[in-house]
């Protein structure tokens, strides 16, 4: 790789860093952390949202994804921004999943709630708001971690995108004039007038050769011949 497509290369993968993906993924380790917090302490009541499990191992897919982020700003490398890349993508989707979950587990809880009502309705009715208020956290939880999945995703993917792969040598074009012609790849063309040689080495230029020098045995033998005639 030259110097040039090298400091491309850094540029793109700079333009990542206005992101500021150090913070972001500090918010989305966090939001992994109240989620999982959040997810126990909803674990005591049965839902739908417990039955997946969303709470537990989508928080850890934020962790990492977040610790991913954190470790590209630290070391700005090609290798650490497509891991940041891989992990904001699943951690989106994950959050996406989340979002559905959490949102239809709010009349799962209130039609279960209802359904128990016979037993203890007082304690049901006391516990209801809460049960309520943890499902519309968990829902701001993970459209926040939506957004910056998807922000993150998106600027580790242009600076990827515009990046060249290390093999290829943009300046190959440039230098190729320069470069020597090797002798195995000329052409040879006689003129027979002039008695000159000419080389035409792939078409970029030509230069003279020595001349051929003439063969004169047999113009003698036939200068010999007339005077024995």
Same mark, same amino acid.
């Given at each position: 790789?030259?110097?040039?497509?090298?400091?491309?290369?850094?540029?793109?993968?700079?333009?990542?860093?206005?992101?500021?993906?150090k913070a972001l993924g500090a918010v989305q380790?966090?939001?992994?952390? %109240?989620?999982?917090?959040?997810? !126990? /302490?909803?674990?005591?009541?049965? #839902? =739908? +949202?417990?039955?997946?499990?969303?709470?537990?191992?989508?928080?850890?897919?934020?962790?990492?994804?977040?610790?991913?982020?954190?470790?590209?700003?630290?070391?700005?490398?090609?290798?650490?921004?497509?891991?940041?890349?891989?992990?904001?993508?699943?951690?989106?989707?994950?959050?996406?999943?989340?979002?559905?979950?959490?949102?239809?587990?709010?009349?799962?809880?209130?039609?279960?709630?209802?359904?128990?009502?016979?037993?203890?309705?007082?304690?049901?009715?006391?516990?209801?708001?809460?049960?309520?208020?943890?499902?519309?956290?968990?829902?701001? %939880?993970?459209?926040?971690?939506? !957004? /910056?999945?998807?922000?993150?995703? #998106? =600027? +580790?993917?242009?600076?990827?995108?515009?990046?060249?792969?290390?093999?290829?040598?943009?300046?190959?074009?440039?230098?190729?004039?320069?470069?020597?012609?090797?002798?195995?790849?000329?052409?040879?063309?006689?003129?027979?007038?002039?008695?000159?040689?000419?080389?035409?080495?792939?078409?970029?230029?030509?230069?003279?050769?020595?001349?051929?020098?003439?063969?004169?045995?047999?113009?003698?033998?036939?200068?010999?011949?007339?005077?024995?005639?």
């Amino acid at each position: 790789m030259s110097m040039t497509t090298a400091l491309n290369n850094v540029n793109h993968l700079e333009k990542f860093l206005k992101t500021q993906p150090k913070a972001l993924g500090a918010v989305q380790i966090m939001t992994g952390v %109240l989620t999982v917090s959040l997810g !126990i /302490i909803k674990g005591f009541s049965f #839902s =739908f +949202a417990v039955a997946t499990g969303i709470m537990y191992w989508g928080s850890i897919i934020f962790i990492v994804a977040g610790s991913l982020s954190i470790a590209a700003e630290n070391k700005l490398h090609e290798c650490m921004v497509k891991a940041s890349l891989g992990g904001n993508v699943v951690s989106a989707i994950t959050s996406g999943m989340a979002i559905l979950v959490f949102a239809a587990d709010v009349p799962y809880t209130l039609y279960g709630q209802n359904g128990s009502a016979y037993n203890c309705f007082q304690c049901v009715y006391d516990l209801l708001p809460y049960t309520l208020g943890i499902n519309g956290i968990l829902l701001a %939880l993970s459209f926040l971690q939506f !957004i /910056i999945s998807i922000c993150l995703s #998106s =600027f +580790a993917c242009k600076a990827i995108c515009f990046c060249v792969p290390q093999g290829v040598d943009l300046s190959l074009n440039q230098q190729f004039y320069s470069l020597p012609v090797p002798l195995t790849n000329q052409s040879c063309t006689v003129d027979y007038v002039n008695m000159n040689m000419t080389s035409v080495v792939n078409g970029h230029g030509e230069r003279d050769l020595p001349p051929i020098p003439r063969d004169t045995t047999n113009q003698k033998n036939e200068n010999d011949l007339w005077w024995v005639r």
